[in-house]
């Protein structure tokens, strides 16, 4: 069964940094690529970054591009997110989510519990 | 950057009825890179449909999706207890953004 489970989110201050933990388990890890996904308290889904099953290819959203970084751990199985410059609009669930391909197609296809980044001012 | 624009906001449907959710794209969007997902209040999304019209690995068959180009429509053929919550339909372009509609509630009337 194919488990995604985030960490390290919590309360912060404006300014401050973060770095969240996703660890994967059930599917071979190495092989595809993940991302990071986040929702703010009662609003809708924004995808924030990407990165290729090799680290060879790393997208941001423009509205954390030069303050968050994505990364990843193969032989840990993990993936991470440095969040530095934080802002209280930063404030969010934080997914992490499985990126498929299946006949074409780009899907999201298996998501964590999420972790709860808290900005505060 | 694509913008997807869900309607309606909310849907106010009762159990055995017909869902209709549209999303439309701010421009042209390939079939095979447009997808729906469902979340219920605390929960993850969950993938509904990939590629605009194939269902996910155990998604009811009253589930489909549909619609090419701008214009894709999520259809859920009769409304159970568990299918009330929020809609989203999110488009894979070539490069990111990969953005998201605003989403659709479906609520009990």
């Known amino acids: 069964e194919v488990q995604l489970v985030e960490s390290g989110g919590g309360l912060v201050q404006r300014g401050g940094s973060l770095r969240l933990s996703c660890a994967a388990s059930?599917?071979?890890?190495?092989?595809?690529?993940m991302n990071w996904v986040r929702q703010a308290p009662g609003k809708g889904l924004e995808w924030v970054s990407y990165?290729?099953?090799?680290?060879?290819?790393?997208y941001y959203a423009d509205s954390v591009k030069g303050r968050f970084t994505i990364s990843r751990d193969n032989a840990k199985n993990s993936l991470y997110l440095q969040m530095n410059s934080l802002r209280v609009e930063d404030t969010a669930v934080y997914y992490c989510?499985?990126?498929?391909?299946?006949?074409?197609?780009?899907?999201?296809?298996?998501w964590g519990q999420g972790t709860l980044v808290t900005v505060s001012s | 950057e694509i913008v997807l624009t869900q309607s309606p906001g909310t849907l106010s449907l009762s159990p055995g009825e017909r869902a209709t959710l549209s999303c439309r794209a701010s421009?042209?969007?390939?079939?095979?890179?447009l997808a729906w997902y469902q979340q219920k209040p605390g929960q993850a999304p969950r993938l509904l449909i990939y590629?605009?019209?194939s269902r996910a690995t155990g998604i009811p068959d009253r589930f489909s999706g549909s619609g090419s180009g701008t214009d894709f429509t999520l259809t859920i053929s009769r409304l159970e207890p568990e299918d009330f919550a929020v809609y989203y339909c999110?488009?894979?372009?070539?490069?990111?953004?990969?953005?998201f509609g605003q989403g659709t509630k479906v609520e009990i009337k």
């Open positions: 421009q042209s969007v390939s079939s095979s890179s």
């Open positions: 590629g605009a019209s």
């Open positions: 989510a499985r990126l498929i391909v299946a006949a074409g197609a780009r899907s999201f296809d298996s």
């Open positions: 990165i290729s099953s090799g680290s060879g290819t790393i």
């Open positions: 059930g599917f071979t890890f190495s092989s595809y690529s």
């Open positions: 999110q488009q894979y372009g070539s490069s990111p953004p990969w953005t």
